[in-house]
């Protein structure tokens, strides 16, 4: 479906790139899911779409959406690290 996403590297880090598929342009939905995720409501909500969506951890999924780390858009995929470096 969406791709899933491709964890690089040995280290504590891990590095995802969410990738894009016809229907699905996942910059376009990392960018509405953030702005959702300012509402406390919704935030849970907005959290799942990316974690069910590119089986991401929920965690890792809630450090993009809170800007806890950051991200870069490289071509049609979303690639951004967490963990400790």
């Known amino acids: 479906m969406m791709g899933k996403p491709k964890p690089e590297g040995e280290s504590d880090v891990k590095t995802y790139k969410l990738g894009s598929s016809p229907m699905i342009y996942s910059p376009g939905i990392v960018a509405w899911a953030i702005n959702g995720a300012k509402f406390k409501k919704d935030r849970p909500k907005m959290?799942?779409?990316?974690?069910?969506g590119w089986g991401l951890p929920y965690s890792d999924a809630e450090a993009l959406l809170l800007g806890k780390v950051p991200y870069k858009v490289e071509g049609d995929a979303v690639v951004f690290s967490v963990g400790a470096a």
């Not at 959290?47 to 069910?52: A, F, G, P, Q, V």
Request: proline share 0%; net charge neutral; glycine share 0%.
């Open 47 to 52: 959290i799942r779409i990316l974690s069910d």
